[in-house]
Structure formats: C-alpha cells, structure tokens
C-alpha cells in the first residue's frame, strides 16, 4: 500500500528518492520521509503529507549522499504525522527502516524489546524492526545477518528496505507479502515496492520472492532466505510503460481495485480472528467493548456505498447480535431531529473518512452524548481522529471513483464486529462462531474464482450496454447488494438502473418491465431462495430479460433466466461479499464498452467534502 524506493550509486540520490517517490504517490500520500547516510550519521528528514511536502524541507536542509531510501506512506498503525511517518530508528540511530504491509506480531514483540530496554518514539507497527534489528546486532556485526535474524521474529506482511551507518555502502531489502523489486545499473543499484520508481533509470530488474532478503551495493546484489540458504535470481527485463505500472496491469484503477479484493478482504480480517475461540478481536474496539455491548441500540450512518454496506451491517447485527440496528442517510441524519440516547452506539462507515455528511453526523451523536465509532479506510482522516474509537479496514488507497475494495471490506469488518458482540452475548455457539470463521477465511480464494473467469459477465456487457434502463432484484441479504450493483452501473455507465427489494417490484418497478428491460436478479441460495423464484417468474411472465447470480451448483434458474452468472456458496450473512463481486464487474464491463471515463465518472468526486 505504501512506495519504497532507494539508491545506491555514485550520484546524489535524493532528487532520485524524491523522484520515485511522486512516482509511487498513487500507492498512498499521507506522509513521507527519506534516510540517508553523510558523515555525521544517518539523517532522516520526514514530514507529513504529499510528497511535495517533504520535497519543500528537503530543499531547506540541502544534503548529498549516492545512497539513501525513501518512503512515502499511507497509514496502518498510528496517524499520519511527522513522527509516524517513515523512515523508523533503532535506540541508537545506527538503522533506519522503511517498511510496507503489516506486522501482525508488533505488539508482542514490542513488549519483549521494550522489556530488554528498547525505547519506542512512534504509534507504528514498523518500529518493532530497527528495534528488533538491533538487538540481533549484538551477536553479529552484519546488518545482513542481523535482518534476516530479525525476521525470523516477525509475523505479518513486509517489503522493507534497511540501511546501517556502520555499512554505509549497503542497502538491504526483503519481502514478504509486499512486492520488492531491484533496478540494476551500472555502478548503481535501486530498490523500490513497484517498477514505477526506477523505470527511468532501468529496465535490468529482479523481483523477490516471500522470504527473500537481498544485499544491495552500487555493484553487486546477494540474496538469501530468511533460513540462509543462497538463492541465485535472475534479471529480468521491464517491457511495459510507466501508467500501465500504476495500473498494476490493469486498463484502468477501478478495474485493478475489484481484482485486489482477495488481498483486502485477507487484511481486513488478518490478526483479528481468534480460530480456536471462534470469534474476533479488534483491537481498535477494545476501549469500548463494554458500551457496545450495552448499547440499547446501534445506529448506522453513512452516504452513497458505505451507506449501502451499512445496510448489510443492519442485517446481519439484528440476526446474530439481537440489537436493534437503524441505518440512516448521514445527509437527513444530521437534519432530522434523531432521538438519540447516551447508551446509543452510532458507527460511521467512510471509505474516506472524510465525507461532510458523515462527518457531520458524527458529531451531532457526539455532541447528544452517544458514542461515535468509525469504520474507516484512511487511517488519520477526521472521522477517524474524531471517533471515540473505530476499525481500519486496511483497503489500501481507493482511486477509481466507484468503490469496489473498500466496500467488501467494509462488509468483512461489520462481519467481524458482529461475530465479536454474537459470541460475547452467548447468541452465537462455539462451533457457529468457528464455522464462521473457517468461511470467513474461504472468502478471498472464493472472491479470486470469480475474477478467474469474467468471460460470461463481458459476453452479457457486450448485449446490454446499449440499454438505458435496468432493474436489480434482491432480497434479505441480497437486497443491499441489488442497491449497490445498481449504483455501480449508474455511477460509470451513466445508465439510469434502480435496486428493489424483489417483493417490492410488484407495487411499482413491475410497470416498467417489458421484453426490452434488462432485470438482474440476485437469487443466491439463502432462505429467501424460494420467494426469490417466485419474483423471478414475475419478471418472466412479463418478457423481462432476467440475468440472475446464481450458485455454482443451480439449475433451477437457469431454466427461468436468459442469463446466469455463477458463484460460489457461503454463509448467507457473507453472501453479499461474493454476490457484488460480478455487479462490480457488469457495470465496469457495461461501461468501458460505452467508452466512458471508469475511473473519473463525470460529475462524480471520489471524496465529498461538500453538503
Ligand atoms: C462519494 C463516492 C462514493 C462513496 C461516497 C461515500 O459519492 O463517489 O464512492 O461511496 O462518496 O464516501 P465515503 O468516503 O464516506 O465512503
């Protein structure tokens, strides 16, 4: 989520770390911050926001070195501020540390390093390595040694990049989990988290794989295991452009979000499940497990998508955690005159953590007395600080217009918080609570079989994306996804289409239907499966064009339906994180057919700060 870049060479490598760094901005810009080595030591120069930030400070403390790293963040653990904002020390300052993905065992670790003397400075994850770093250094005198020793201790995900001023010539990276890759030069080596930061000076590259770590000088690349055993990599060489980097292969951001569902649906849920117990943990909740638990009720609030998994939210906390659950607009909510209690828990869902609306609601329940918790991506954003406390939902940086990653991990957290209050009430048994669990675990290689195979979903843009109207049926669980599925193609398509509760069709929408309109029907087996039909032989009796999302082993419907796209089983309650995945996918297909502009849909902003 997070951009690494460093040099070492014969050149001055801060206008190349500054360089890479606006090239990596799209993976994340909330702080940044780079290390080198002069005379004196390691000199770290960070600050938080865009890179043009750190640029500007750079220019005021003018310094040369040919080797240094540079980080630019988007935050996980700790706001994005000067402080949080990599590179990360050990006590002494003799290591510097840039690191991207998520230590899952940094508090443990913390406590032991902190126990034998270590002094931390930051909220993050990060700063367990130099820490940890160090103190392998006092059984070896080689930072390579010492870092592959220091992770050894280390649960989670890591690309870091590792420079000592006791080996001022050396840069030493490791992945695991998050992408490294090494520019090979002459008489001068780059590191960096994707190509995008060294396409200009090399295309010559090796990419490492999980459990790799290298030692870079100006001249020569070793790589080991973590396990020390030598590994010989070979060069690669770069044929693609700079934007199709970005892109991460993909024709557009919106198209590369949806495919990156597996992996944030995998760190929303990573560190939080307690498998054995069945249940989940989430530490941002831990200061407010007791008001959650005694709430009298929860309110929901929040605008346009977070608003839609909102709703999913409702249904599941009224079925396994037995609270009465309201979900509203964050637009009336703030206008209405709500009654609200002090033992009220208001959750306010934002990808951005910065919508007006949703902000505004936040502090009309703060200022009745209710408790404020966000569900938030961006880590540090002002929903996020002003919350009493809340859950990151760790999507990474969201860029095409229309959410698609945000919005399933939004539904995998509000599973979490549901599955939390479900087991602690006693509601949800040990065996229930592990059940979900091992299908919570299932969802991203699940959501990666239906990205496998997108043929029937463009073989059905390819027919429809010249209609002007659509119509999306769901019930239960489903009904929110038929919202958001319908919203998704109005948004980037700009084709006018209307999300219904199935039922509701017949006292109204079922007017509209005719052999022209295109009617899709969410009808996964769940127990509204059976009424489900019932509304589909509706839309048939009236030549509808029915295309229906179906289970992998259903052959009911498509006896009904002019179209199926198939997906796979789980739990009802999780349903809608498979059953949007090819609504997501019909509307970019629909509208890249329609040549419209994906990623920046006319009107459309990403985040609204405006009423
Ligand atoms: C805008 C975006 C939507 C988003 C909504 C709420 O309308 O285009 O994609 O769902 O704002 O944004 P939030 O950041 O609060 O989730």
Request: aromatic fraction near 8%; charge should be negative; charged fraction near 25%.
């Amino acid at each position: 989520m997070c951009g690494i870049v460093g040099y070492v060479g014969l050149k001055n490598s801060i206008p190349i770390l500054v360089e890479g760094l606006k090239r990596l901005e799209y993976r994340g810009y909330d702080s940044a911050g780079i290390a080198t080595i002069t005379k004196s030591g390691i000199q770290v120069y960070k600050k938080a926001g865009k890179v043009s930030e750190l640029e500007k400070y750079i220019k005021s403390n003018e310094i040369s070195s040919p080797l240094g790293i540079g980080h630019t963040r988007w935050a996980t653990h700790g706001e994005p501020t000067d402080v949080n904002a990599h590179p990360h020390y050990d006590c002494t300052e003799t290591i510097s540390v840039i690191h991207n993905g998520i230590i899952e065992n940094y508090q443990t670790l913390k406590k032991k390093l902190e126990e034998s003397g270590h002094i931390f400075k930051t909220d993050t994850d990060t700063e367990t390595i130099p820490h940890l770093i160090e103190e392998m250094l006092k059984h070896t005198n080689d930072i390579f040694t010492a870092v592959r020793l220091a992770l050894n201790e280390v649960e989670g995900t890591y690309g870091i990049a590792v420079i000592s001023k006791k080996e001022p010539d050396k840069i030493i990276a490791a992945r695991k989990g998050s992408p490294i890759v090494i520019g090979i030069g002459e008489n001068e080596n780059f590191v960096a988290s994707d190509p995008a930061a060294l396409i200009q000076y090399t295309r010559q590259v090796i990419y490492l794989s999980d459990g790799e770590v290298s030692c870079i000088t100006k001249d020569n690349v070793i790589t080991r295991t973590i396990y020390d055993e030598e590994i010989k990599k070979h060069i690669e060489e770069i044929t693609f452009d700079l934007e199709h980097i970005e892109k991460g292969g993909f024709d557009h951001f919106m198209l590369k979000e949806i495919h990156e569902q597996p992996e944030t649906l995998r760190n929303a849920i990573r560190g939080r499940i307690l498998m054995e117990e069945g249940t989940a943990k989430l530490g941002g909740l831990s200061e407010v497990t007791d008001l959650i638990m005694n709430a009298r009720r929860f309110i929901i609030t929040a605008c346009g998508t977070s608003w839609h998994a909102g709703l999913v939210g409702k249904y599941m906390l009224e079925q396994y955690a037995k609270v009465p659950v309201d979900v509203e607009y964050a637009s009336e909510f703030r206008y209405r005159e709500p009654v609200l209690y002090q033992d009220d828990v208001v959750f306010l869902i934002s990808q951005s953590g910065e919508t007006a609306d949703t902000l505004a609601a936040l502090r009309k329940a703060k200022s009745s007395g209710a408790t404020p918790l966000g569900i938030v991506n961006v880590v540090g954003s002002t929903i996020a600080r002003e919350s009493k406390a809340g859950v990151y939902i760790h999507a990474g940086p969201e860029i095409g217009v229309a959410s698609t990653k945000a919005f399933t991990s939004q539904l995998a957290v509000l599973s979490l918080i549901t599955l939390m209050i479900a087991r602690k009430k006693g509601i949800m048994s040990l065996s229930e609570g592990r059940q979900v669990v091992r299908e919570l675990y299932k969802l991203p290689d699940k959501v990666q079989s239906i990205l496998n195979d997108t043929t029937q979903i463009k073989f059905i843009s390819d027919i429809f994306h010249t209609h002007k109207n659509f119509l999306y049926l769901g019930r239960g669980y489903n009904f929110p996804v038929a919202l958001e599925g319908a919203l998704k193609l109005k948004e980037i398509s700009y084709i006018h289409a209307e999300g219904y509760p199935a039922a509701e069709m017949k006292h109204g929408p079922i007017a509209l239907i005719d052999n022209e309109m295109p009617v899709v029907v969410i009808a996964t087996k769940d127990s509204t499966y059976e009424k489900i039909l019932s509304n589909i032989q509706e839309v048939k009796a009236r030549k509808g064009r029915i295309i229906a999302i179906v289970n992998e082993d259903d052959h009911t419907i498509e006896k009904m339906s002019e179209y199926v796209i198939r997906i796979p089983h789980t739990l009802d309650f999780l349903m809608p994180i498979l059953s949007i995945i090819p609504l997501q996918l019909l509307a970019y297909y629909i509208a890249v057919k329609r040549g419209c502009d994906v990623d920046q849909p006319r009107n459309l902003a990403k985040s609204v700060t405006v009423e």
